[in-house]
């Protein structure tokens, strides 16, 4: 168990709607990262934060904003749900090397 | 840009029948390749770090070994509890900057039938 716990982890909600997702971590790590995962395209970096304050973009960062106020929580918010972001979007924090990760957030933008 | 492909997409076999998965990477410094196992609607649950061409890691069933250009994850005699997606990833050493970012291939679905 890395610690790791994701809020909410299931949510419908409805298009121009903002959406924010959160990440807890008890274990004081400095790295936190937000993935979201889709058929045929895997796991993609959002956004990612190497300390409280210091955040910065990933991949697939459009349409999504990050704050990280305390070591142990990151906020992922959709300021605006489209359909497009209707994933599964997952937590993660970095050991020595590797990752490990939340359960997930399943979200659906109707 | 670095980059993983995972073959096949999907790969069942009968109980006991051994068999690999393959990742093919490109990056630009390896810093470590990962493999994780997923299982439905769970988060990724972290396997094996590979770090340079001829390591190999082990446990149970399973034993990933890593070239300059790809890395295969060997699954010996399995069983149907091996069912789940396997991912790899690649961290690539980019100046002291990569802030231990992982790329992520698309995963290999494995079925394992008794």
């Known amino acids: 168990d890395a610690g790791i716990t994701q809020s909410p982890r299931h949510k419908v909600t409805e298009t121009g709607t903002p959406v924010t997702l959160r990440c807890h971590q008890t274990e004081n790590h400095r790295y936190m990262y937000w993935y979201r995962q889709d058929p045929g395209h895997g796991l993609r970096l959002i956004h990612y934060?190497?300390?409280?304050?210091?955040?910065d973009k990933g991949e697939v960062s459009d349409g999504y904003s990050v704050s990280r106020s305390k070591t142990e929580d990151f906020l992922l918010t959709l300021e605006s749900a489209t359909s497009s972001q209707t994933s599964v979007y997952f937590c993660a924090i970095k050991g020595w090397g590797e990752l490990f990760f939340g359960e997930g957030s399943r979200l659906t933008v109707l | 840009e670095d980059q993983v492909t995972q073959s096949p997409e999907a790969l069942r076999l009968q109980e006991g029948e051994s068999s690999s998965l393959n990742c093919s990477y490109t990056?630009?410094?390896?810093?470590?390749l990962f493999w994780y196992r997923q299982d439905p609607g769970k988060g990724p649950e972290f396997l094996f770090t590979?770090?340079?061409a001829g390591e190999e890691k082990e446990k149970e069933r399973l034993k990933a070994t890593l070239t300059k250009k790809e890395s295969f994850l060997h699954i010996t005699a399995p069983k149907p509890e091996d069912s789940a997606t396997y991912l790899c990833a690649v961290g690539a050493n980019a100046g002291g900057t990569s802030y231990g970012k992982l790329t992520f291939g698309q995963g290999t679905i494995l079925t394992v039938h008794p």
């Open positions: 934060s190497y300390g409280v304050k210091d955040t």
């Open positions: 590979l770090y340079s």
């Open positions: 990056v630009s410094g390896l810093r470590g």
